[in-house]
């Protein structure tokens, strides 16, 4: 067995080696950008969190000195001992390290049987490979790395393809494409150009992430089902299409805060091969579009006619949609469960009529500060979307009590409810609300001036099950929190009154 492991190892310390070579030479060029504060660049590189290990050095810098292991590594390997590694310098050290020789674990399966019959306990070297493997699963990427450093033996279980369903990259130093590069080439050598096991990537908060990253991934990733790169501010178009047209299943994708992107469609290349029988269809459930500024009306056009599959959309904050953008959205989207538009502020009363088209599918709806937003909006969700379960109206200062009464009728199965900083809405509302929603878990009636104990009372004599009430800034006096507080026992109480405790 020793023989086998040393033979297989061999063999990938050869490609481990040639991959190290062409990282190098730009590992020279950059290492003199490295980051004066040795914290920074430690803590960069321990962030770094994924399912499986990329390599011993490429999320921890090599500290030799500190790793009661490292007298295993063989000589060769161009460790640096100096605190003020790079990440730049830890990922072109990636598959530098070669295999650890086989004696190693050769001469600890000796010492092992040697004290299993002086009566010692057995060691983990007895154990067989699928229990070794059902132990790295479980294990964070840090700790990982360092096993992959003891033996060959464990350097080639910790590269085993079923480790390496899922890749997370964290750091704002980190030099992430050049991290997706050597990873993918790596895991390319069973199946060449190509990674069948990858299916998820998490690179959320890499600032340094370009288009070039997800090029890469794109090119060698066609099974990738969920991708994130939330506030990769570097990202573009161009790469998001790349992405959506070479990886067919992806079903996630979260681009939260990259303001270069404002649509999501097939790259022309793509479009012009599929047959008109086949369509331009994108399989993408679920659509994370947070923060992305210059999403306009005729993207949202764009994206709808595409991923006509979408499920979960998430607008926040995209200021220049408008009830035109909403349009589209609802005729070629018409199973969207959840949606938000919260602080869309051109989204009033019509946008909310195109929503209610969407009926007893929707269960998620958030306009929060939407300020066009009145009563007859309200009434419109209410009257077709009845299985509506959440819904966030914070800062709607059109909404009244008739808005609440609509809700009360319509929605009963309504579950969570935010109505925060709604000044005209007032105990008679909120009694109606009570009396009709029973199943209410979560209530947040923050900045509600016109809300006093009374409400309070009526909501706690009928909503048992209330988890969250959210009565901040509020005139809530001392004995109808205490109300509250005893006919909702499981309930967490947010308030500003000092003498409540």
């Known amino acids: 067995m020793g023989a086998n492991n040393g ?37 960069s590189d ?47 050290m990636v598959h530098a390290v070669a295999p650890p020789p086989l004696f190693c674990a050769t001469h600890s399966r000796r010492r092992a049987t040697r004290d299993h019959h002086q009566g010692a306990s057995v060691p983990m070297d007895l154990l067989p490979d699928h229990i070794f493997l059902d132990i790295f699963a479980r294990l964070p990427t840090n700790q990982l790395c360092r096993c992959a450093r ?65 090029h890469t991934v794109a090119q060698c990733c066609p099974e990738l089902r969920c991708l994130e790169v939330a506030g990769c501010y570097n990202v573009s178009n161009d790469a998001v299409f790349e992405v959506v047209s070479h990886c067919p299943n992806l079903e996630h994708l979260d681009v939260s805060g990259c303001s270069k992107v404002t649509c999501i469609s097939l790259t022309r290349e793509v479009s012009l091969k599929l047959s008109p029988m086949h369509g331009q269809q994108i399989s993408i459930r679920y659509l994370d579009m947070t923060d ?12 709808a006619a595409h991923c006509t599959q979408l499920t979960h959309l998430y607008l926040r904050r995209c200021m220049r949609l408008t009830d035109e953008g909403l349009r589209y959205l609802v005729i070629y989207c018409p199973a969207v469960r959840e949606l938000s538009v919260s602080d869309c502020r051109y989204v009033s009363d019509f946008g909310l009529r195109e929503i209610a088209k969407l009926e007893g599918r ?48 319509s929605c009963p199965k309504l579950k969570s409810l935010d109505i925060g900083k709604c000044p005209l809405v007032s105990d008679a509302g909120l009694e109606l609300l009570a009396l009709n929603c029973f199943n209410l878990k979560r209530l947040s009636l923050k900045s509600c001036e016109s809300i006093t104990g009374r409400g309070l009372q009526v909501v706690a004599a009928n909503c048992f099950d209330l988890q969250l009430l959210n009565v901040q800034d509020c005139d809530a006096p001392l004995e109808a929190l205490h109300f509250v507080k005893r006919h909702c026992k499981r309930c967490v109480i947010e308030h500003t009154n000092p003498a409540f405790f």
């Open 46 to 92: 321990l962030s770094m969190r994924t399912l499986s290990t990329p390599s011993p050095a490429l999320i921890l810098p090599p500290r030799p000195h500190l790793h009661p292991l490292s007298p295993l590594l063989p000589p060769s390997a161009p460790f640096n001992s100096s605190s003020s590694t790079s990440s730049s310098e830890t990922v072109a």
């Open 150 to 214: 003891v033996c060959r033996r464990w350097y080639n279980l910790a590269w085993d393809p079923r480790l390496w369903r899922s890749i997370r990259l964290t750091g704002d130093v980190l030099h992430v494409d050049r991290a997706l590069r050597v990873l993918t080439r790596r895991l390319c050598q069973d199946t060449p150009n190509v990674c069948l096991m990858l299916e998820t990537l998490v690179a959320s908060g890499c600032r340094r992430l370009t288009d070039r990253g997800l």
């Open 362 to 409: 929707l269960r998620y709806l958030s306009v929060a500060h939407c300020g066009r937003i009145t009563d007859v909006g309200v009434r419109y969700v209410a009257k077709y979307c009845s299985r509506l379960r959440y819904l966030n109206a914070r800062g709607c200062e059109g909404l009244t009590d008739h808005g609440l009464e609509y809700l009360a009728k």
């Open 7 to 43: 033979k297989q190892s061999g063999s990938e310390g050869k490609g481990s080696s040639s991959i190290s070579s062409d990282l190098s030479s730009s590992t020279d060029q950059t290492s003199s950008k490295a980051p004066k504060n040795a914290a920074t660049s430690e803590d």
């Open 292 to 303: 992305c500024l210059a999403l306009e009306d005729e993207g949202l056009h764009t994206i």
